[in-house]
């Protein structure tokens, strides 16, 4: 990954009226990475992406996008950044090579028909060029969307809820995609409210409401949010091995769970599992299995949010 | 910023092309005004008594020549009415459709693309407008008006035509263009469309009235100051645009 920062923001805020939608944001994004905007509705995620597109204004603080200040030269940042909205909107009586086209003639030094047939072929829809896009369906028309945020091959992209409303084919398809542009180069921002496409896509995930909660890799998140516990599945009873493990100074929990499982939370996970191991073993235990409980992102967000909330 | 502009109204004259009722109605309200001109100027001095009207309009030819003399203002209604479909639908249909945020992404600046509006609009209506003259000045002369029409097609009537009609088309488009990107929605886009009217009626009640009469140079100097007027509503037309509560508050 390449290292320096392309995207960043201090203290960006945006009110409306009474309301503050977004409060004092500082991030940094690297190149080459792909961070994940994870929050309730009106967490202001689209607010941000907004702001970052040069869109709409900060109230407060200030952002940088390649360089340049997205509020005081939205069109030099509009060059390279590619904005999937949230709504994919097109016109609809013209064809899809039409208004891609149409896109693609804003930008500088792009041939806008080459751009288009390249985009629509890359898309897979090269087959659909001259169907106008009211007779697209939603997933068809998702991807010409996306095909219009890379008509200009942007270095940064800001995905609005990207597979929204997708089937999961389609969804999985614009994933891959999304892949497969972060090994071109791109940096992307992606917001979403799909727990396990932002862990699945995302390399660091920032969890949103209003203000930053937290924002770190999914297994960073995870950790910050749950102590580690590690599970071990015996061959058989686990009465001799969890008394052994109660004795053990560094042992702090040890439970039964289910059957055969034994759910133990360390001093510390990564030094003391071999000691663990030995102890069980001593103690009779036949091990079948040693693996960290791993709780969902889901549990981790929602842990994040509720602290918030309370 | 050319290519730009000229980008949005190809886009613009796209979408006009792919609407058929478009088309008809660029073609069909001029050929109807027209149709009224040349049958009003054929049956008024018919069946009107020319005494009615005061002691300096003595017979039907002065009657017609009174009716033609009116016909150049009311052409100006041309490019006004479609203005008032093609101006105010122009932001809120890019609102209604959910284009307006993708392309407020794109390098594209807030005048250029009111400006591509505009003249997307601007262009066809005046071409129409000046065909519709044309139109309506051969037809007259077929129809042995040659020496009615000779004494309006002055100094006055081309620099009407030419450029007074133009400047004040800029203006009925720039207010339609305000009204679309202030509209909520298409219904309050259409009811913000009669202001494009206004600056046609204000000229069309000062000629009717003979309260002005229009020279030359105050065809001339008008122009300009309508011009003036085109620019200066131009820039406050970016600063109306709103882009923000645009993309905020359409849901």
Known sequence: MIDHVVISTEGLSK???DRVAVDALTVAVRAGEIVGLLGPNGAGKTTTLRMLAGIIAPSAGRAVVDGRNPASEPERVHESIGFLTESPGFYE???AERN?????????????QVAAARELARLGLADRARDKVGTFSKGMKQRLALARVLLHEPRILFLDEPTAGLDPEAARNLRELIVSLRERGCTILLSTHNLSEAEELSDRIAVFRTRLLAIDTPKALRERQFERRLRVRLADGVEPSLAALREEPYVREARAEGDGVLVVLLADPDSDRPRLVSRIVQAGGRILEVREDERPLEDAYLSLV????? | MRRRIWNVVRMEWAGMAATPS????LVVIPLILVAQALFLSWIVPRFVNPAILGPTVTDAGALRLLILRQFPFFVLLIPAMVANVFATLGIVEEKVSRTLEPLLATPVRTWELLAGKILSGALPGLVVAWAS???????????????????????TFFLDTLLLMPAVSLLSFILGVIGSSRARDAKEAQNLAVLVIFPIFGLIAVQVTGLVQFTPVRTLLLSLAFLAVDVILLRGAVRLFGRESIVTRWK
């Open chain 1, 15 to 17: 009110r409306f009226g």
């Open chain 1, 93 to 95: 009586r013209l064809s």
């Open chain 1, 100 to 112: 891609l086209a149409y896109f693609a003639a804003f930008y500088e030094g792009v041939d806008a």
């Open chain 1, 306 to 310: 509720r602290e918030e909330e309370s």
């Open chain 2, 22 to 25: 478009s088309l008809l109605f």
């Open chain 2, 133 to 155: 003259a044309a139109l309506f000045v051969a037809i007259g002369y077929a129809l042995g008006w040659g020496s009615q029409l000779s004494s309006i097609l002055t100094a």
